[in-house]
């Protein structure tokens, strides 16, 4: 099963593709849609859209794990971020690809036993889940795999999560 992760923003989407088979996990690819500060909202949004979209196309993963808005400390930045998640929401359902949303706690709970967990700690469970292999280098795009991970923890069977 090809599970998308996606950690959704409007400066960076990170986004990663994991074949979940048998209980084995690889990660395929990983990568971000990074929009400029330069461009309108809009603008932004709508290269966030293509960028989904041509994703979906070239990969075509089985569902789609998204993390959900939860709690953000800084509310300049919510309403953006709440944007690109429906952009990105939109693209999922127009091609029909399941969804699946986790908060931040949910992930962490679910990797590391604990919903507090920092970065690291998060980074070290990613690490260990895919046979210790490097890592990309993007914060966004390592939450993505947690994403993807969590999903494959939390659902009780393949055949729940299609």
Partial sequence: MKILGIDPGMAIVGYSLIDYDNDKISLETSGSIQTSKDLKESARLLE????MTTIINTYKPDVCAIEKLFFFRNRTTVMPVAHARGVI????????????????????QVLTGYGRADKKEVEQMVKIALGNISLPKLDDTID?????????????SPAVMV
């Avoid at 966030?48 to 960028?51: A, P, Y």
């Avoid at 929401?89 to 962490?108: A, C, H, M, R, S």
């Fill in 48 to 51: 966030i859209f293509n960028d």
């Fill in 144 to 156: 993505s795999i947690a994403i993807a991970i969590c999903h494959t923890r939390s659902c009780p």
């Fill in 89 to 108: 929401l939109t693209v999922l359902e127009q091609f029909g690809v399941p969804i699946y949303e986790y908060t931040p706690i949910e992930v962490k």
